[in-house]
C-alpha cells in the first residue's frame, strides 16, 4: 500500500476551535491540540499562559497549536493549508480576537519540503486577497517543526466534551478564488485501454509519469485520471494507493498494478494484456524466441508501401522502409535501426556468437545483427511479430 500518512502542525489562536475544524474535514485521520515553536521542554497550559506576555530573557513561548494527520491520497497538504488561512485573521501578531498574547501567534510548523512550499507560496496569494480587502500585513510564523507536545488531556476533543465551550470565529471573510470545476467524468472505451490512477501532489505518481506515460506512444489508448472521474467502470482493485495502473478491456478490469511501476515492469505486463502469453509475439518479446521462417506477418511486413516499423508495444520508431532489403532470409532485413531507437547487447546463448537487437524503451527482444548483408554492410533480422506498420503519411510531423 502507497497511501501516504503526514502530519502538519498549525496555530491559529485558541486550539480548541481549531481542532474542531480539521477534524471535520474528510481524509483528516486524526488532531491533536498541543504546544508548539517554543524552545523549553515539556509545556503546560500554565507555562504558556504564564509567559505568554514577558517570557524571561531567552524564553521563546510555545503557541497553542494543533497536530494535523491526514491521507495525502484523500486530502492535500494545499487543502489543509488554506483552510488554515481562511479560518483565522493572521495579520493580528500575538493575538486572536479578545485572545491576547504570543501563545494565540498565527503559525505554521511545516514537516516536508512540499508544506513549505505551499505554505509561503498560499501566503503571498492570500495576502494579496487580504490587502484588496482592506487588511494588514500577515504576521504568521511558518517554520520546520521542531517537536509538538500534546496538550493535557482535558484539552483534547474539548468542544465534544463541552459543547457549549468558547469556540470564536476569528476568519475575515476572505476566501481564496473558487475552485476549478470538478474534473469530468470518463467512461469506459470500446476493446482494451490502460487507465492511470493518479492523485495531486503524489510524487510517485509524477514519477510514473516521467518515466513512463510520458513517452507512451502505443496504439492501445491511455488515460491518466483521478479515481472520482470514473463512470461506468466495472473495477475489483482498491483505488487507495497511487498510482494504480488498470488494465482494462470494454470497461471491465482485466488486471491492475498498485504503485510505481519501471518501464521494464509496465511493458511487461502491457505485453501480457495486449498480444497475451501464449502468442508467438509475446515469446519473442519477452523470451527471445524467433518467428517461423516466413512467418504470416513477415509475408505482409516485407513489401510494405513507404513508411516505418514500431514497437508494437511502445509505438516507438524502430526500422524505416527505406533501410530495408530483401536478404531471402525470411525474416524481415534491415541496413540500420533508427538512431537512437535499439539497444545492442552480445548473446552466446545456444553456443554461437551474435548480438541481440533490443527496443531501447520497453526492452522487447527484436532479433539479431549480423555482418553479412550486401557491401560488407550489417544485416539487422527482425522479427517481424514484434512490429506494427506505420504510412510515412501518417507519421506525426
Known amino acids: 500500500?502507497?497511501?501516504?500518512?503526514?502530519?502538519i502542525v498549525f496555530g491559529a489562536g485558541c486550539f480548541w476551535g481549531v481542532e474542531k475544524h480539521f477534524e471535520?474535514?474528510?481524509?483528516?485521520?486524526?488532531?491533536?491540540?498541543?504546544?508548539?515553536?517554543?524552545?523549553?521542554?515539556?509545556?503546560?497550559?500554565?507555562?504558556?499562559?504564564?509567559?505568554?506576555?514577558?517570557p524571561p530573557k531567552g524564553i521563546v513561548n510555545h503557541t497553542e497549536s494543533v497536530k494535523v494527520i491526514f491521507d495525502n491520497t484523500k486530502v492535500d497538504a494545499k487543502t489543509l493549508i488554506k483552510e488554515f488561512w481562511e479560518l483565522h485573521n493572521p495579520t493580528q501578531g500575538n493575538r486572536q480576537g479578545n485572545d491576547i498574547g504570543n501563545n494565540y501567534r498565527s503559525a505554521i510548523f511545516y514537516t516536508n519540503e512540499n508544506q513549505k512550499r505551499i505554505a509561503f507560496e498560499t501566503k503571498d496569494e492570500y495576502q494579496k486577497l487580504l490587502s484588496?480587502?482592506?487588511?494588514?500585513?500577515?504576521?504568521?510564523?511558518?517554520?520546520?517543526?521542531?517537536?509538538?507536545?500534546?496538550?493535557?488531556?482535558?484539552?483534547?476533543?474539548?468542544?465534544?466534551?463541552?459543547?457549549?465551550?468558547?469556540?470564536?470565529?476569528?476568519?475575515?471573510?476572505?476566501?481564496?478564488?473558487?475552485?476549478k470545476k470538478a474534473l469530468p467524468f470518463i467512461e469506459p472505451l470500446k476493446d482494451k485501454e490502460i487507465v492511470v490512477i493518479d492523485a495531486p501532489f503524489c510524487p510517485y505518481c509524477e514519477k510514473f509519469k516521467k518515466d513512463v506515460t510520458s513517452s507512451y506512444k502505443g496504439s492501445l489508448p491511455l488515460r491518466t485520471v483521478q479515481?472520482?472521474?470514473?463512470?461506468?467502470?466495472?473495477?475489483?482493485?482498491?483505488?487507495?494507493?497511487?498510482?494504480?495502473?488498470?488494465?482494462?478491456?470494454?470497461?471491465?478490469?482485466?488486471?491492475?498494478?498498485?504503485?510505481?511501476?519501471?518501464?521494464?515492469?509496465?511493458?511487461?505486463?502491457?505485453?501480457?494484456?495486449?498480444?497475451?502469453?501464449?502468442?508467438?509475439?509475446?515469446?519473442v518479446a519477452f523470451k527471445k524466441g524467433t518467428d517461423g521462417r516466413f512467418c504470416k506477418q513477415y509475408d505482409i511486413f516485407k513489401n510494405t508501401p513507404d513508411g516505418v516499423f514500431v514497437d508494437k508495444l511502445s509505438g516507438d520508431v524502430l526500422f524505416d522502409t527505406r533501410d530495408r532489403f530483401n536478404s531471402h532470409s525470411g525474416w524481415l532485413s534491415f541496413y540500420k535501426a533508427v538512431d537512437g531507437s535499439t539497444i545492442e547487447k552480445e548473446d552466446n546463448s545456444y553456443g554461437m556468437r551474435r548480438v541481440e537487437v533490443i527496443a531501447k524503451k520497453s526492452g522487447i527482444h527484436l532479433g539479431h545483427v549480423f555482418d553479412d548483408a550486401p557491401g560488407g554492410r550489417q544485416r539487422f533480422c527482425i522479427n517481424a511479430t514484434v512490429l506494427d506498420f506505420v504510412p510515412r503519411s501518417k507519421i506525426d510531423k
Open 1 to 7: 500500500m502507497y497511501a501516504k500518512q503526514e502530519s
Open 132 to 179: 484588496k480587502a482592506g487588511y494588514g500585513k500577515i504576521t504568521t510564523q511558518i517554520e520546520p517543526l521542531d517537536k509538538f507536545y500534546d496538550a493535557e488531556d482535558y484539552h483534547q476533543n474539548y468542544l465534544q466534551k463541552n459543547p457549549n465551550g468558547y469556540c470564536p470565529n476569528h476568519a475575515t471573510g476572505v476566501k481564496f478564488e473558487k475552485q
Open 24 to 54: 471535520s474535514i474528510p481524509g483528516v485521520i486524526d488532531v491533536k491540540s498541543g504546544y508548539a515553536g517554543g524552545n523549553y521542554q515539556n509545556p503546560t497550559y500554565n507555562t504558556v499562559l504564564k509567559y505568554r506576555y514577558n
Open 227 to 283: 479515481k472520482e472521474q470514473l463512470k461506468g467502470f466495472s473495477i475489483s482493485t482498491n483505488l487507495n494507493a497511487t498510482p494504480t495502473i488498470l488494465f482494462i478491456q470494454d470497461g471491465k478490469e482485466i488486471f491492475s498494478y498498485r504503485g510505481y511501476m519501471d518501464k521494464k515492469e509496465f511493458y511487461k505486463a502491457l505485453g501480457s494484456f495486449k498480444l497475451g502469453e501464449d502468442t508467438e509475439a509475446y515469446r
